[in-house]
């Protein structure tokens, strides 16, 4: 073998693939990740100002009740949403997992919503709801006249309109995760629990669910950030309304900087959102990067 | 701890008949070994006494009661499973102590159990692990504690050993046979590796298309198996077997070899087969390689032994014993010689052919003579 030190191509060319990739990830994510935090110190309004203000943005931010509505929003969204993806999912993939006909097919149709846009949701669902055309018009058509199914124009019910099309959309893609978690479990073990006398409740609570911990945590982040960045399925959906009923932070973000531009305190708010992910995702890598040790 | 009587078994999936009638006695305490190449049926007859698969026709009855139809859980059995199935968001202590909580013992006496299993099997260090911490063989323990603890009617052992590397594996196996001798337990047993069966079963049941072909100790089925299948499956190396014309012997029958050209008698021993009626005929002639040994002046005059001179084809040195590939009618033939008096390949070389327990099988229908 030749003992020149020259690297050839088999060195560069994977470098050289791999590079425009990572340089548009260094600017556009990392950049103007730190371009936002920049401008959320500054008194930018419709324009990008370069003078500082400190923490007044976020302090107008958190006076700002549309936000601290946003804020609750989100909370109530991100709870139900993801309890009930998870329950839902959790159930289909346990009774898809009984070696029924037809699982492909089932499974398929499940999944399917995940395959569509949340602006299609959206706007499928805000026809499902509306009282004039939607549900509500077809029982009352059916001959229950005092059927009410309002809360899509309800300020008070709005938010939970938006879990439940949330909910339709993302619970197939849950299932699936479980279901894939389920098939890991080695079929042995269960019969072996069958043997020791546990019946099919006590197999699924005593055994299978707690020894599928990473799974839950999977999904547990995945539907977290599809919650906190939230934007498309509530703007087809409610557009944020009734009033600012169903305002969640990814839509004040929005509006505070590209239509009332007031860039600092969008800019401020997208920083809060942030910090809100990495709250989750920190502890979470953490706990990834860290178990190798006992496999 | 019970008597297991397994009655003319059926097992269907759909069209496909997985076992055909099985019927097997096994008494207290007895270790029983089910053995047979892979798909002959022989875990599914343990799934079958578990209760994890129901039964098409027939009965399996344990003790007093008739278990065919009952639940896996009702039928008091423990099995060990070659994946070992232990529980994986449990520590050792959990694993076994689960099917005693499940069975709602009071916690002080778990603790009792489970120290004695633990003690039993010298695995008390383990009980604060995670099975993910432990080795193959430990696990292996933990597994067998778990069915232990129970102490059940019957144990089942599925494959429990094929996971284990070799020399773990010998040791185990040793470790099982003590055991057992210890806690006089009936056990059912599953494996594909006959040297497995021949070392720890009382008896052993040979397995082949969802049929026992032969159910008996370890030496009946070795020195007198009842088909071909059985004596080429059990034994290694292998049994030989050579096609070879019968021809009367004096006042017995012989059975003719050729090895260079040159044929010779081999007469065969009246108390191993009668051939009267396969004179002029063509019979099975199984004949083991530890049958077929290097000269040994004192063996030369016996009755049954006769000297042949054959031509080496490979040697296979084990340390032990060198095994020679010989021809013999043209047919491959191992023999086992001492290592010492082993030729080179291509040389001529003696042996000594010794047809006191030879065996004889039909051409046709493999069945034994």
Same mark, same amino acid.
């Given at each position: ?5 020259k ?18 990830a260094?600017v556009?994510?990392?950049g ?29 931010l ?6 601290l ?11 139900l ?36 846009s ?18 509500e ?20 019910m !709005?938010? %939970? *309109?938006?879990? $439940?099309?949330?909910v339709?959309?993302?619970s197939? /893609?849950?299932?699936a &995760?479980? @279901? +894939? ?20 409740? !006590?197999? %699924? *609570?005593?055994? $299978? ?7 839950? /945590?999977?999904?547990? &982040?995945m @539907? +977290?950030?599809?919650?906190?960045k939230?934007f ?8 944020g309304?009734?009033g ?9 973000m ?7 531009g007031?860039?600092? &305190?969008?800019? +401020?708010?997208?920083v809060?959102m ?19 040790k006992?496999? | ?9 059926y ?10 009638g099985?019927?097997l ?13 892979s ?54 202590r ?16 778990i ?25 193959g ?5 933990v ?7 129970r102490?059940p009617?019957?144990?089942?052992f ?10 773990l594996r ?10 057992h ?25 040979v ?14 089925v ?10 080429g ?28 050209g ?18 002029g005929?063509?019979v ?26 054959v ?23 191992e023999?086992r ?16 052919f ?6 004889f ?9």
């Open positions: 073998m030749s003992v020149s030190r690297k050839g191509i088999d060195y560069w060319l994977p470098k050289l693939v791999v590079s425009p990739t990572l340089v548009i260094l556009f994510f990392y103007f990740v730190l371009w936002t935090t920049f401008i959320s110190f500054t008194n930018s309004s419709f324009l990008p100002s370069y003078d500082f203000v400190g923490f007044d943005q976020y302090v107008r958190f006076m700002n009740p549309r936000w509505n946003a804020m609750w929003n989100l909370v109530v969204f991100g709870v949403f993801i309890g009930i993806c998870m329950v839902v999912g959790l159930v289909m993939a346990i009774l898809l997992d009984q070696n029924i006909r037809a699982e492909g097919a089932i499974r398929t149709i499940y999944l399917y919503p995940m395959a569509l949340f602006i299609v949701t959206g706007t499928v669902w805000k026809w499902l709801l509306n009282p004039t055309v939607g549900i018009k077809f029982v009352i058509s059916l001959g229950w006249d005092s059927f009410i199914f309002d809360w899509i124009i309800d300020p008070d !709005a938010i %939970y *309109t938006v879990v $439940i099309a949330g339709w959309q993302a197939g /893609f849950v299932m &995760i479980f @279901l +894939a978690g389920l098939r890991g479990i080695d079929t042995s073990i269960i019969k072996a629990a069958q043997l020791d006398g546990a019946n099919l409740f !006590a197999v %699924y *609570t005593r055994i $299978i669910i707690p020894s599928m911990r990473p799974v839950f /945590f999977s999904a547990f &982040i @539907l +977290a950030h599809i919650a906190i939230s498309d399925l509530v703007i087809a959906l409610t557009g309304g009734p600012n009923s169903t305002d969640v932070p990814a839509i004040f929005y509006q505070f900087s590209f239509q009332r007031q860039l600092g &305190i969008g800019a +401020a708010s997208a809060i942030l910090m809100t992910v990495l709250a989750i995702l920190v502890p979470y890598l953490y706990s990834e990067l860290r178990t190798p006992n496999g | 701890m019970a008597e297991l009587k397994i009655d003319n078994v097992k269907s999936f759909g069209e496909e008949h997985i076992l055909k099985i019927s006695d096994v008494t207290d305490g007895e270790f029983i070994i089910l053995v047979g190449p798909g002959c049926g022989k875990s599914t007859l343990l799934n079958c006494i578990a209760g994890l698969e129901d039964v098409t026709t027939g009965d399996i009855i344990l003790g007093d009661t008739n278990v065919t139809y009952e639940a896996p859980k009702d039928r008091d059995i423990a099995m060990v499973f070659q994946s070992y199935a232990l529980y994986p968001n449990m520590n050792v959990k694993n076994i102590a689960f099917g005693l909580e499940i069975r709602k013992m009071p916690k002080a006496e603790a009792e159990e489970v120290a004695r299993v633990a003690k039993l099997l010298q695995i008390e260090p383990l009980l604060d692990r995670k099975p993910s911490q432990l080795s063989g430990q696990r292996q323990r597994a067998m504690g778990r069915a232990l603890a102490r009617k019957i144990y089942l599925d494959e429990p050993l094929s996971n284990l590397d070799a020399k010998v040791e185990m196996r040793t470790e099982m046979k003590k055991l001798q210890r806690l006089g337990t009936t056990i059912v047993y599953v494996t594909h590796d006959q040297i497995e069966a021949m070392t720890l079963a009382d008896r052993i049941a397995m082949k298309g969802g049929i026992v072909q032969q159910f008996g100790t370890p030496q009946e070795y020195d007198d198996p009842a088909n071909m299948f059985v004596a499956f059990m034994g290694s190396p292998s049994m030989n077997f050579l096609r070879c014309e019968v021809t009367r012997h004096e006042n017995d029958y012989a059975v003719q070899i050729e090895s260079q040159t044929v010779f008698q081999l007469p065969v021993d009246p108390k191993q087969a009668d051939l009267s009626n396969y004179v005929k063509t099975v002639l199984g004949i083991r390689p530890e049958q077929i040994t290097h000269v040994m002046p004192h063996l030369v005059s016996e009755q049954f032994i006769t000297q042949v001179p031509k080496i084809e490979v040697t296979e040195p084990t340390g032990a014993d060198t095994l020679i590939l010989a021809r013999i009618n043209d047919q491959e033939c023999c010689v001492h290592p010492q008096e082993a030729g080179k390949v291509g040389d001529t070389m003696d042996l000594l010794n047809m006191s327990k030879a065996v099988f039909d051409e046709q229908t493999e069945a034994r003579l």
